[in-house]
């Protein structure tokens, strides 16, 4: 029977929040997915803007091309939930990073959770 467990993002401190690297080629690393290729990852991202000008936040899937990103307009000094459960797959050979950055170096913080499937 599978078995579900809640962990922060492994990018994060303790669960706490994360700035965001300014987007000029370096990208902050937010989460490494599970390496073990049968289990699954639901991932959960919230962006927090604290600035008081509109930023736009690059989410990288495990690569740099157009199928693996995300771009995300964060309003003014707002939270959003920008990665609403995304259900990754581990895979034993190359772990998929989730990277992230924004227009402007740390004004933006991510924050969220992953729900661990473990399929065995």
Not at 4 to 18: E, K, Q, V, W, Y
Not at 25 to 30: A, E, L, S
Not at 60 to 79: L, Q, W, Y
Request: proline share 2%.
């Amino acid at each position: 029977m599978a078995t579900i467990s809640r962990n922060h993002l492994s990018g994060s401190t303790d669960g706490r929040p994360l700035g965001l690297a300014i987007d000029s080629g370096t990208f902050t690393t937010v989460h490494t997915v599970t390496s073990t290729a049968a289990d699954f990852e639901e991932v959960y991202i919230y962006l927090s803007n604290i600035s008081t000008s509109q930023e736009v936040v690059t989410l990288r899937f495990g690569g740099t091309a157009d199928g693996d990103t995300i771009k995300v307009k964060v309003p003014a000094e707002s939270t959003v939930l920008a990665v609403p459960g995304l259900t990754l797959q581990g895979n034993s050979s190359t772990a998929i990073v989730i990277t992230g950055a924004s227009q402007t170096a740390n004004k933006v913080n991510v924050t969220g959770f992953i729900n661990t499937i473990d399929a065995a």
